[in-house]
């Protein structure tokens, strides 16, 4: 396997073929994060309170499979690696799982329930057997550190630039290929994002290289990687930083379609509403490798997430008529939001190698599940806490809210959020890996000049 000098510059190509990976994997995480949510209530037709139940039911199942194919991808052996044959082998089934996903079956509610827990299970399972791989894929590329946070920059860039797609085309495409039927639109633009999304993976599988290998003596048991993890202070701590982040980030992307629908009463400006913020939380994440040269990983993080609840709790106090104060502060707050992605991945990367410098063993893809499941239970959480606040307040699809409906939407803008942003503060305060022990961390573990040990 190619290998590289671990002080080496990665070339252009190969971390912007990273990077086009999770621009794939935004054309659903971007629809889920901005739209599921709606599209249950107003386009599906299920209650608000079965869909949050629905949010947090469906990720026990995660609870298995991201650690399930976490050990799968630890253990596969091919002549392209471990990781990269998931992008080929995933991207015809997530396709098929996001189309089948957004298909409104003529049924009954009780049937259309069931048909909503089945296919959203199907597609995150579907999610979980590409994504898991692909991000794992960040911790072989290269045991640098900074480049790792270059590299996770990139993949945000491109995660970013598929939201910013998302948000400003979905409910355009919807329009167009639906010609006033709703639920065919959908169908056809989920299928449309899958075919973009297997070239886009392909992309990926043939501009990338895995360099870090484990030792060769290493074969553990599944049980055996499971209980490292919860030894490795420093997983630990991201697990549930990540978990918290992700509450208030999905608390907001998932709201604001409701917030310019009922609170603002301008339906028209939800797509332009979430494009400013991918396009905030790109530059963001953009700016993440520089702003790593100035601050410590960890200190970056607190003075990020103090600002992201001083912003949230200001949004409470915008009226509905001040739009361009409502754009600056969501703005501001994708700004904020957008180096912590890059910077939590590249430490999730990190704690890998502490893993195998504690232990003598490499799980990568093991650290990774978890990371991905920590992503996808905050978003649950967040999920079944906006359905739940609906469905308590009376919420209503399609009609006019009530006062007490209204002020529960502008809540889950605002003021929610931004107490999950405090307490991410606090969880970050716990991480102890800074740049001088992960220098000494990779002088023990014995990188060598072509960057495996």
Not at 243 to 249: A, D, G, P, R
Not at 262 to 274: P, S
Not at 409 to 436: E, H
Request: aromatic share 14%; hydrophobic share 50%.
């Amino acid at each position: 396997m190619a290998d590289v000098p671990s002080n080496q510059t990665l070339s252009l190509g190969e971390k912007t073929g990273y990077a086009v990976g999770d621009t794939a994997s935004n054309l659903y995480w971007g629809v889920f994060s901005g739209f599921l949510i709606y599209f249950y209530t107003d386009v599906f037709g299920l209650p608000a309170a079965a869909v949050g139940t629905m949010m947090l039911v469906t990720r026990i199942t995660d609870a298995f499979t991201d650690p399930m194919m976490g050990a799968l991808a630890d253990r596969t052996k091919t002549k392209f690696g471990k990781f990269r044959p998931y992008l080929l082998w995933g991207a015809l089934p997530i396709a098929g799982a996001g189309v089948l996903t957004f298909t409104v079956p003529d049924i009954g509610e009780g049937g259309k329930l069931l048909y909503a827990y089945g296919t959203y299970i199907l597609m995150m399972m579907a999610y979980t057997f590409i994504n898991i791989p692909y991000g794992a894929l960040l911790g072989v590329i290269t045991p640098n550190t900074q480049q790792r946070t270059m590299l996770a920059s990139f993949r945000f860039i491109g995660a970013f630039s598929g939201g910013i797609f998302v948000s400003q085309y979905t409910l355009t495409l919807v329009e167009w290929f639906g010609q006033g039927d709703e639920k065919l639109g959908w169908q056809l633009t989920m299928a449309l994002y899958g075919a973009i999304a297997i070239v886009l993976f392909t992309i990926t599988f043939l501009m990338t290289k895995e360099r870090i290998e484990p030792p060769q003596k290493e074969v553990t048991p599944i049980k055996r990687d499971i209980l490292d993890l919860f030894k490795n202070k420093p997983w630990v701590v991201l697990f549930c930083l990540t978990s918290v982040i992700m509450v208030t980030i999905t608390l907001r992307g998932s709201s604001g379609a409701f917030y310019f629908k009922y609170f603002v009463g301008r339906e028209d400006l939800i797509g332009n509403f979430l494009t400013v913020y991918m396009v905030s939380l790109l530059i963001g994440a953009a700016s993440a490798p520089l702003l790593t040269k100035i601050f410590d990983k960890k200190k970056l993080l607190v003075i990020l997430m103090s600002a992201v609840a001083i912003f949230s709790f200001a949004f409470y106090f915008v009226p509905a008529d001040q739009i361009w104060l409502m754009f600056t502060l969501h703005a501001l707050i994708g700004l904020c939001l957008g180096p912590k992605s890059p910077l939590v991945f590249s430490m999730y990367a990190d704690t890998a190698d502490y893993s195998e410098w504690k232990t003598g063993r490499r799980a990568t893809a093991m650290v990774f599940s978890a990371a991905s499941f920590s992503q996808k239970l905050g978003g649950a959480l967040a999920g079944a806490m906006i359905g739940w606040t609906l469905g308590a307040l009376g919420y209503v699809a399609n009609q006019a809210q009530t006062a007490g409906s209204e002020h529960g939407i502008l809540l889950l803008m605002s003021v929610t959020p931004g107490v999950f942003a405090i307490i991410s503060v606090l969880v970050i305060r716990f991480y102890p890996l800074d740049k001088a022990q992960m220098d000494s961390l990779h002088a023990d573990l014995k990188y060598n000049e072509k960057g495996s040990h």
